[in-house]
């Protein structure tokens, strides 16, 4: 996508400045691009001149294509999949702390943080149905606006912005996977200018499954046409885990957000975001 994207902004280069002073060449030089060989001849010296820097650009356009695949084929993993909390977004406090709030407030219990931990990266509702809380929706409403009070808490994690930056110069096709809602997606990442980064995100009512259940990474490979040995996700919990090796995937887990590591068999342990630049 990034080749193409490039390719189509100098072909956009070159088709100015061929009809910079040739006015009245302007469509056939632009339909005439991808065969230059088949570009007017003129035997004004101007012309002349524009042709030979087209045919210049267009063989160092073909020589970058031919690295660009090379470097593809030695790279391993073409798609990168995040999960959003704990992994891009140091955002624990405010889901523990809300989730804690509501439970005081629906059930009048101050239940330790340590005893709702259990919550991080599963889907609200099935949280929610593990404490009993009744009316769910009512639950999950609430639960959503004490959230938003403890967002001031929520921030990417150091080195984030700057490793997707990377990747995405390095021509790696990046997408999520996460439980949160749609909703619940909006309201923490493009605040933070990260959204634009990811080609494929699916929450949690994008696909019939939700985490440890391998449905969300199936359907990003549907959706990407992405092969399983092409894929890495990273995560920080064994849910992530369990959904990439379900579906054949290699798991990193991002040690920057793991709070509890023991039991989790990744294929990769990154201790800090840039680790993925290595792989």
Not at 95 to 102: E, R
Not at 196 to 208: G, M, N, Q, T, V
């Amino acid at each position: 996508a990034n080749l193409k994207r490039r390719r189509n902004h100098l072909r956009w280069v070159i088709f100015c400045y061929i009809t910079d002073n040739n006015a009245n060449k302007r469509e056939v030089a632009f339909a005439k691009l991808d065969r230059p060989g088949l570009l007017p001849y003129n035997e004004d010296k101007k012309n002349r001149e524009n042709i030979s820097a087209v045919m210049t650009i267009m063989e160092a356009i073909r020589t970058y294509q031919m690295i660009l695949r090379k470097v593809l084929q030695l790279m391993k993993y073409t798609h990168i999949v995040f999960d959003v909390d704990g992994t891009l977004l140091d955002s624990e406090d405010a889901v523990l702390l809300s989730f804690q709030k509501m439970l005081f407030t629906i059930q009048e219990k101050m239940y330790p943080l340590e005893e709702l931990r259990f919550s991080l990266g599963i889907p609200g509702h099935d949280a929610l149905a593990r404490m009993k809380v009744e009316p769910l929706e009512d639950a999950f409403r609430i639960w959503g606006e004490y959230e938003k009070e403890f967002s001031y808490s929520i921030k990417p994690f150091k080195e984030i912005p700057s490793t997707l930056s990377q990747l995405k110069r390095n021509g790696i096709q990046m997408g999520v996977i996460t439980s949160r809602t749609r909703e619940e997606y909006a309201a923490v990442v493009p605040p933070f200018g990260l959204d634009h980064y990811f080609e494929h995100i699916l929450c949690a009512e994008d696909s019939p499954g939700h985490k440890p259940d391998p449905a969300p990474m199936l359907r990003y490979m549907e959706l990407s046409g992405a092969g399983k040995e092409n894929v890495l996700y990273i995560g920080d919990s064994a849910y992530d885990c369990r959904c990439a090796h379900g579906a054949g995937v290699d798991f990193a887990l991002a040690l920057w957000g793991c709070r509890a590591p023991e039991g989790i068999s990744p294929e990769y342990a990154l201790e800090k975001p840039e680790d993925v630049l290595s792989l």
